[in-house]
């Protein structure tokens, strides 16, 4: 409950607009650092699979 008021509280402060974008940055960065991991540990899974 609490993020959501501060999430009001900064649209209040910056605008909504600027805090949607900020919103939309994060999950991308997390949603990419996701892509990566699972990348990385595939890789690591197949390689050790095909010795």
Same mark, same amino acid.
């Given at each position: 409950?609490?993020?959501? &008021?501060? #999430?009001? !509280? #900064?649209? #209040? &402060?910056? +605008? =909504?607009?600027? !805090? @949607?974008?900020?919103? *939309?940055?994060?999950? @991308?960065? !997390? @949603? +990419? #650092?996701?892509? *990566?991991?699972? =990348?990385?540990?595939?890789?690591?899974? %197949?390689?050790? %699979?095909?010795?």
């Amino acid at each position: 409950m609490g993020f959501i &008021i501060v #999430l009001i !509280v #900064l649209a #209040l &402060i910056f +605008g =909504v607009g600027s !805090v @949607l974008e900020g919103l *939309a940055w994060g999950f @991308l960065i !997390v @949603l +990419g #650092l996701i892509v *990566a991991a699972a =990348v990385l540990g595939y890789r690591k899974i %197949s390689s050790a %699979s095909s010795r």
